[in-house]
């Protein structure tokens, strides 16, 4: 038996997620106010029919309780009486299931109009559950329209669908409906952790974590993953088996990559990439989930919010971690590295050497950053070797200046206070590196930009409060700063070029 059906939920309790469904539908149970007809609308595999069956014994449990024990919202099903027991084995004579993907539910429907007639057995209610509700035919939907038209007495229709917009106005507007929802991460992790309980067996968190992000939302098709990998030699359950097993790459992987990107560290970075190609990992899926997670870096930066609402999946965690890890690059930068990544891709097959897009992605982006020293290291390639020059700035006029403390002395401590904002704010450090302090004024130390892009950038308040902070620190005293474009001398060509590219973001 699959996990899916082992551990199908039997009580409202036992229902992952879905909560505010849950809560309508226990409030309606004890208030004895059930509706004729339901709709389930929702993705595939996240628990209608469950919820459906759940509802359809809780109303015809024979351990019937008091209005009393009722409205204190004692609703669940007991699972002992053979009503329960029934619907849990699927043979109860007042639980009709129809599929109506399976033949379009005609026969059926008519059928079914024959059945109401009859009153249910016993003292209950007759529930049908029509699955993939929207593919009934058009006379079929005529047919439950009457029936839902003039409710028989004590009969209870719940209609389930993936696509509810298929299913006519007529019919649902007729139903109370409901939406389900996909699980989140959490949700299914939580789930799967239980199964793994119950079945006495243990797996590395961050299978279950895998697994969760892989079944997006899908609880069946997490339930599905997990019973197929708990078949394996244990010998077998690593972390990286499961995610060649599932097409993707364990997170790590992706972070450490990214880490070496936002780093420009291009050795390391071929080198993983070689590494991948040598594990005979599968580099697609290693560029797909690449890009799945430089896009997650855009939108976060674009706003930490968008992520809830772009049908991404992840944990909490992941995205705390993701929303930092944003930091480090600009959104420029980032979108960038979405297009040379996007690039690459499409260029693997051709590639007479695999790897050789993804070296060379990381080599332009480097190259852009203007990180050309590093990537001489690792690649000799004459176009290469032109050399990068740090830009210099002209000084204002002598009587701009009213000295505090002399300039010389604070440029001669600027490398210092570059290392003490580094680790505070990563980009803030890559835009002051190209700017210079140029002037004393008003009491402020006057810093010099190229772009009134940086310039602006370090004038936000909330930058500006860190910089002046590590003035403090490093240089004693009160420090205040203001910001100004100043020109630029005339640099060497790839330079401008990176500026171009990425708005000017040079870190070193
Ligand atoms: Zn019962």
Known sequence: MTLYRKYRPQKFSEVEGQTAIIQTLKNELSLGKIAHAYIFAGPRGIGKTTVARILAKAINCQNKKSVRERRLGKVEPCNRCVSCQEITAGRSLDLIEIDAASNRGINEIRALRENVRFAP????????????????????FNALLKTLEEPPPRTLFILATTEVHE???????????????????????????????????????????????KADGGERD?????????????????????????????????????NMLASCDNAQAIRKVNE???NGQDLFNFTDEL????????????????LDHAGLSFSAAQKEELVARAQNFSLKSLAY????????????????????????????????????AEAQEKIQSPQLEEKEEKPSFPSLPDEYQKPIMNLEQVVGKWSEVLKTVEPLNYSLCAFLKLCQPVAFRDGSLVLGFPRDFHKDMVSQTRNKK???GVLDQILGGKW?????????????NLTREALEVLGGEIVK
């Open 222 to 258: 997490a339930e599905g993953i997990l019973g197929q990998i708990l078949s394996w030699p244990k010998k077998e359950l690593k972390l990286s088996k499961v995610a060649d097993f599932l097409g993707t790459v364990d997170w790590s992987l992706i972070t450490d990559f990214v």
């Open 167 to 213: 299913v006519p106005e007529t019919i649902l507007s007729r139903c109370q409906r409901f939406d389900f929802k996909k699980l989140t991460v959490a949700e299914i992790e939580h789930r799967l952790a239980q199964i793994l309980r119950e079945e006495k067996r243990a797996l590395n968190p961050e299978i279950l974590r895998l697994i969760a992000i």
């Open 480 to 492: 205040q700063i203001q910001c100004e474009k100043v020109e630029l001398q005339q640099n060497n």
């Open 466 to 468: 860190i910089v002046e």
């Open 337 to 372: 590295l979405v297009r040379l990544f996007m690039a690459a891709k499409n260029s693997l097959d051709a590639a007479l050497i695999p790897q050789l897009s993804l070296e060379l992605a990381i080599i332009e982006y480097s190259e852009a950053m203007g990180k050309v």
């Open 121 to 140: 057995q016993r003292d209950s209610f007759k529930v049908f559950i029509i699955d993939e509700a929207h593919m009934l035919t058009r006379e079929a």
């Open 291 to 306: 890009i799945d997670y430089l896009r997650r870096m855009m939108l976060a930066k674009v706003q930490p919010a968008l």
């Open 276 to 278: 991948i190609v040598a």
